[in-house]
T-cell receptor, first 113, second 111 residues
Framework: DGGITQSPKYLFRKEGQNVTLSCEQN?????MYWYRQDPGQGLRLIYY???????QKGDIAEGYSVSREKKESFPLTVTSAQKNPTAFYLC????????????FGSGTQLSVL | GNSVTQMEGPVTLSEEAFLTINCTYT??????LFWYVQYPGEGLQLLLK?????DKGSNKGFEATYRKETTSFHLEKGSVQVSDSAVYFC??????????FGTGTRLKVLA
C-alpha cells in the first residue's frame, strides 16, 4: 500500500532537547511539507521541499530544521530554540503540479515533559 | 494575500439532518479549492476538490460548488450520519507551493 508514514505517533521532549520526527513516503511524490496544528487553529506551514536536496522555510520555521537527502524522506527536527513545541505535527506530500491535492500522514503529537 | 475563512464550530446536528459548512476565500488568480476531513488523532484526508469556477466537487454524499462571484465553496450534505463526525477544513491552492487552510469546523452528529 502506498502512503505516508509518520513516526512516532506520540513524542515527549525534555527541556533543552532536540527531537526528530520521521516522515517517509512511497508515493514517488516530489514535494513534501511539514505543518503544525494547534487546537482551534488551521494548519501552519513550517517547511516544504519541492525536490531532493532543496527545501524552503514556511511561515513558522524558527526553531525547526529539516533535511531532504532522499526523495522518500523528509525528517523534521524540533530544536531547543522552539519554546512552545507542544502541537500536532503533520507531514504531507504532493504529486505533480501546484494546486494538486495533498496526501497527509497520520501525524505526531509532540508534548513537553 | 490569499486567505480562507470558514464558519466556527462546533456544529451539532441530529442524524439525517442537512449540513452546511460555510467557506469563503480571498485569492488572486484562479485557485483550486479543497475540503479535507480529519478524524480524531489522524491526518487530513481529501474529501473533495474543484479546480475552476462553477465546478462541483462531490464525494460520499458531500458536495461543494466553486462560486467565483461570491468567492465561496460551501460544503453540504443532505443527510449526515454519526460517522461524519470529524473536523472539516476548507483549503485553497494558489498555483504556488503554498496551500492556505481554514481554521477547521468540528461537526458532531448525534444518533
Amino acid at each position: 500500500d502506498g502512503g505516508i508514514t509518520q513516526s512516532p505517533k506520540y513524542l515527549f521532549r525534555k527541556e533543552g532537547q532536540n527531537v526528530t520526527l520521521s516522515c517517509e513516503q512511497n508515493l514517488n511524490h516530489d514535494a513534501m511539507y511539514w505543518y503544525r496544528q494547534d487546537p482551534g487553529q488551521g494548519l501552519r506551514l513550517i517547511y516544504y521541499s519541492q525536490i531532493v536536496n532543496d527545501f524552503q522555510k514556511g511561515d513558522i520555521a524558527e526553531g525547526y530544521s529539516v533535511s531532504r537527502e532522499k526523495k522518500e524522506s523528509f525528517p523534521l527536527t524540533v530544536t531547543s530554540a522552539q519554546k512552545n513545541p507542544t502541537a500536532f505535527y503533520l507531514c504531507a506530500s504532493r504529486f505533480g503540479q501546484n494546486n494538486e491535492k495533498l496526501f497527509f500522514g497520520s501525524g505526531t503529537q509532540l508534548s513537553v515533559l | 494575500g490569499n486567505s480562507v475563512t470558514q464558519m466556527e464550530g462546533p456544529v451539532t446536528l441530529s442524524e439525517e439532518a442537512f449540513l452546511t459548512i460555510n467557506c469563503t476565500y480571498t485569492a488572486t488568480g484562479y485557485p483550486s479549492l479543497f475540503w479535507y476531513v480529519q478524524y480524531p488523532g489522524e491526518g487530513l484526508q481529501l474529501l473533495l476538490k474543484a479546480t475552476k469556477a462553477d465546478d462541483k466537487g462531490s464525494n460520499k454524499g458531500f458536495e461543494a460548488t466553486y462560486r467565483k462571484e461570491t468567492t465561496s465553496f460551501h460544503l453540504e450534505k443532505g443527510s449526515v450520519q454519526v460517522s461524519d463526525s470529524a473536523v472539516y477544513f476548507c483549503a485553497l491552492g494558489s498555483g504556488t507551493y503554498k496551500y492556505i487552510f481554514g481554521t477547521g469546523t468540528r461537526l458532531k452528529v448525534l444518533a
